[in-house]
Nanobody
Framework: QVQLVESGGGLVQAGGSLRLSCVAS????????MGWFRQAPGKEREFVAG????????YYADSVKGRFTISRDNAKSTVYLQMNSLKPEDTAVYLC????????????????????WGQGTQVTVSS
């Protein structure tokens, strides 16, 4: 059974930083692209960042480009999201997800392209 467990969320002031982690189990982590999404109350789930299985291809939402960095450590079956210069509008539950396709070269931005999800970790940015 595939499990994704996020950690690292919390309360931070605007301009601060957080690093999210997502540990995967039950699947050969290194074979699949991974993504980070977020969902604020009353809003749809939105793509934040994605990384290919090899780590060579990364893609970011325009709203976080230049502030967030996604990375992965296949030896630890972990994907990270380093978030800098946080803004109040970044407040949301952040979820990691595993792509449904093996060895894909393109990073998907639609939630429907991911078939396993974590429970999420809350990020709150105060002004």
């Amino acid at each position: 059974q595939v499990q994704l467990v996020e950690s690292g969320g919390g309360l931070v002031q605007a301009g601060g930083s957080l690093r999210l982690s997502c540990v995967a189990s039950g699947r050969t982590f290194r074979l699949y692209n991974m993504g980070w999404f977020r969902q604020a109350p009353g809003k749809e789930r939105e793509f934040v960042a994605g990384i290919a299985w090899s780590g060579n291809n990364r893609y970011y939402a325009d709203s976080v480009k230049g502030r967030f960095t996604i990375s992965r450590d296949n030896a630890k079956s972990t994907v990270y999201l380093q978030m800098n210069s946080l803004k109040p509008e970044d407040t949301a539950v952040y979820l990691c997800a595993s792509d449904s396709r093996l060895f894909s070269t393109d990073v998907q931005t639609a939630p429907s392209g991911y078939n396993y999800w974590g429970q999420g970790t809350q990020v709150t940015v105060s002004s």
